[in-house]
Each structure stands twice: as structure tokens, then as C-alpha cells.
């Protein structure tokens, strides 16, 4: 059955890596015999140029209508100054969207390809034993929500943000991060700040109930402070890391940096609805827009991620990241992962990832 994908290709290098995921995707069509149909809406700066708005009613509309969304990155600089209203910037868009589809549930997972083990930070005998962990980050509550306050006490400057979960809000999240650990290694790690935190509390608990469920995942239990030691200490131990919006928001950018490169991280935002958004984790690159630079490999991965979780093509989403690896050990590098070295560029990258799909 044909599949209705929005193209929001965004700002900076969003048009570029979004087209390589669209050839890579014409190919996969080809070859398993799927059906793919591409409709292109504008996001970000380029929408408020065009439409006078970061993301248009009319394509709110059309990506609620749709079957998934590939999104590219959106800001930049020609956006940023003081001439445009706050609430019409480019990640405005961004933000409307993930409230209105409710997409609650972020997936970034952090895999460590043998190719490119030179490039982390950690050291060989660590990065050895494998990473290949997915963070599920609770997206659309917790303290970037709650209520907030900045006001004077006694004459003394004082703030406050709250951060409130309730059980519904955990039990969507929790059930979400169950099944992707079935599909996975079958282990589970919760990262709060029980020993201190009511909310955390509450997040055990309701972990707890849900676990009963599914027996078949082993879960833990973890700080977030010992959890970002252990990231750094013991990556492997790690399958599915379950926390909230706050801890996943820094923990995501340590395990997108122990695995070498920004450019190569996709991203999943899960929904309410049965349509969800993939994204790359980097922004619109604006030094290295138009120039056929982009390492389009984040894009092209959460375009498999899209096919696996969407779509429940696994073999279709298995075949873009076996060609991925197998361009990455033929030594092809995209600058950005080049190490000073030759490189090439990025509509180059995508020939060779399409070439041995082709095969
Ligand atoms: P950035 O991720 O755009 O770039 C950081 C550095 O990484 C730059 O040197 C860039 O050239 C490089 N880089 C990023 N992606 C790359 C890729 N695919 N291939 C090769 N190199 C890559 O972050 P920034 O510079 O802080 O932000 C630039 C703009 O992007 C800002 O307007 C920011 O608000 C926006 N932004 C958007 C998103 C999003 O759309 N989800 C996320 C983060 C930042």
C-alpha cells in the first residue's frame, strides 16, 4: 500500500540531506516493491519568508493527514535578529508541531560503527565492547512544561520550575519504552533521581506496575548522575535508557558525542496518533549550507527508523543501515567525519549508500 510521507526539508542543509533520503528511499521502493509518494511543505525560516508564518495551518493539516514526516532542520542566522517576532522563529515551527501531533515519545539511539571507533572521545578498550544503546526521552511534559516563575522574595530575586508528571503521562511513555526493549535486547534501564525527587518516585512506581507486563524485561534502576558516569564508564551495559524530558534532553547529547559524529545520529518523535516525525539530532549547518557538504547519514537513518517503526518494513530499514556500514567500511567519509583526510561530498556519499542497496 502506498505510503503519504511529508517533506519538510527546512532551512540551511535541510533540503540537501533530505533529498539523499529521499533517493535512498526511491531506491528501497524499487527494490522491495513498495510504494512511496513525496509531498513537499515548507518549516522554519523558509516558511516564514514564503507563508509569514514557521509552520502554515495548511500543512499542519497535511502532516496530521499524513503517514510519517522526514524533517530536516530548520534556523539560522538570517532569522535570528530582532526583526522577527519571537513566536514566528524558525524552531516555533518546530515546537507547534511536536505539541499539536503530541509527539511524546523521543528515540535517539547511539550506535558505534567499527569504521568510525577512532572518532570517540572514549578509549579503545571501551568503545570495543560495542554501544548500542536508544535513549526514550519523555518529550512534551515534565519541567520544560510546568509551571514557572521568576518574582522577588523578601526583596531577593528568586525563580522556580516545576517539574510534574502524572501516572498517564508516565504509563504511554513507560509502555512505549517495554515494547521497543522487546524488540530490542530486552533490558531496561530507568534514569531518575529517586533518592531525592517525589516525581521520580512516582516514576518507579509506575515502572514497576508496568514491568509485570512484560516479563521478559530485565529492569534496572539507575540515578542520572551515576547514569552519565556509566555512559562514559560502561556504554554496553546499556539496551533501552527510559527517563524524562529534562535528563533526556542532556543524557541524548552525551551519547550522541561517545559515538563520534553529530551528523550521523537520526532521531524518532512518536505520537498520539499513528503519525510521527523522523528527524536528524544536528541543526540547519548554515557554514556548510549549499555546498554539497551535509553528511546526510543522520537523515538517511531516520529514514530507516521511519520504515521500521511506521511502516514495519525491517527488512527494507535492516538493508539502508547494512549500506550505510559497508559505505562507512570502504573508507567513504563525508568531511565532517573525514579526520583532516579525503573526503567527498555529500550527494557522492549518497550514490555509493543507493549503489549497494542497488545490488
Ligand atoms: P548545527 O548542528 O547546525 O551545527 C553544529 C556544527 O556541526 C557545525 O559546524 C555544522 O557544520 C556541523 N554539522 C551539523 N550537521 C552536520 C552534518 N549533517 N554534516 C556535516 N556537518 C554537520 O548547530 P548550530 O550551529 O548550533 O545551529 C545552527 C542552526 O540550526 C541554528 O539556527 C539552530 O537554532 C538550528 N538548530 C536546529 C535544530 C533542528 O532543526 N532540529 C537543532 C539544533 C539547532
Known amino acids: 500500500m502506498s505510503k503519504n510521507i511529508v517533506l519538510l526539508k527546512g532551512d540551511g542543509i535541510g533540503p540537501e540531506i533530505v533529498d539523499s533520503a529521499v533517493k535512498v528511499l526511491e531506491e528501497i521502493a524499487k527494490k522491495f516493491g513498495q510504494e512511496f509518494n513525496f509531498i513537499e511543505r515548507l518549516v522554519g525560516g523558509i516558511a516564514y519568508d514564503n507563508?509569514?508564518?514557521?509552520?502554515?495551518?495548511?500543512t499542519l493539516e497535511v502532516c496530521k493527514n499524513s503517514d510519517a514526516i522526514i524533517l530536516g532542520a530548520v534556523g539560522g542566522p538570517k532569522w535570528d535578529s530582532d526583526e522577527v517576532d519571537p513566536k514566528k522563529r524558525p524552531e516555533q515551527g518546530l515546537l507547534k508541531l511536536r505539541k499539536e501531533l503530541d509527539l511524546y515519545a523521543n528515540l535517539r539511539p547511539a550506535t558505534i560503527y567499527a569504521a568510525l571507533k577512532?572518532?570517540?572521545?572514549?578509549?579503545?578498550?571501551?568503545?570495543?565492547k560495542g554501544i548500542d544503546l536508544i535513549i526514550v526521552r519523555e518529550l512534551v511534559g515534565g519541567i520544560y512544561f510546568g509551571e514557572r516563575k521568576t518574582y522577588e522574595e523578601d526583596g531577593i530575586r528568586t525563580a522556580y520550575d516545576i517539574e510534574k508528571y502524572n501516572e498517564n503521562e508516565i504509563k504511554r511513555i513507560a509502555k512505549y519504552a517495554f515494547k521497543t526493549a522487546m524488540r530490542r535486547r530486552k533490558k531496561l534501564t530507568l534514569v531518575d533521581k529517586a533518592n531525592v525527587l517525589d516525581s521520580s518516585k512516582l516514576w518507579r512506581k509506575v515502572i514497576g506496575e508496568i514491568a509485570k507486563y512484560f516479563a521478559e524485561v530485565e529492569v534496572n534502576y539507575m540515578?542520572?548522575?551515576n547514569c552519565s558516569m556509566q555512559l562514559i564508564a560502561n556504554p554496553s551495559q546499556f539496551d533501552v535508557i527510559l527517563t524524562n524530558n529534562i535528563f533526556g534532553d542532556i543524557l541524548s547529547d552525551e551519547t550522541s558525542m561517545i559515538t563520534?559524529?553529530?551528523?550521523?545520529?537520526?532521531?524518532?518523535?512518536?505520537?498520539?496518533?499513528?503519525?510521527?516525525?523522523?528527524?536528524?539530532?544536528?541543526?540547519?549547518?548554515?557554514?556548510?549550507a549549499g555546498k554539497d557538504l551535509a553528511n546526510p547519514i543522520g537523515t538517511i537513518l531516520s529514514a530507516a527508523m521511519m520504515l521500521e517503526y511506521s511502516f514495519d518494513m525491517k527488512k527494507e530499514a535492516e538493508t539502508i543501515r547494512n549500506?550505510?556500514?559497508?559505505?562507512l567500511d570502504n573508507n567513504l567519509r563525508t568531511k565532517d567525519i573525514s579526520s583532516g583526510k579525503d573526503f567527498v561530498k555529500c550527494s557522492e556519499i549518497t550514490e555509493a549508500i543507493i549503489e549497494i542497496i542497488r545490488k
Open 51 to 58: 507563508e509569514g508564518a514557521p509552520i502554515s495551518d495548511e
Open 118 to 128: 577512532d572518532d570517540s572521545p572514549l578509549k579503545d578498550r571501551i568503545v570495543e
Open 223 to 225: 540515578y542520572v548522575d
Open 260 to 288: 563520534g559524529s553529530l551528523g550521523m545520529q537520526p532521531s524518532a518523535s512518536i505520537g498520539v496518533s499513528r503519525v510521527n516525525m523522523y528527524e536528524p539530532i544536528h541543526g540547519s549547518a548554515p557554514d556548510i
Open 323 to 327: 549500506a550505510v556500514e559497508k559505505v
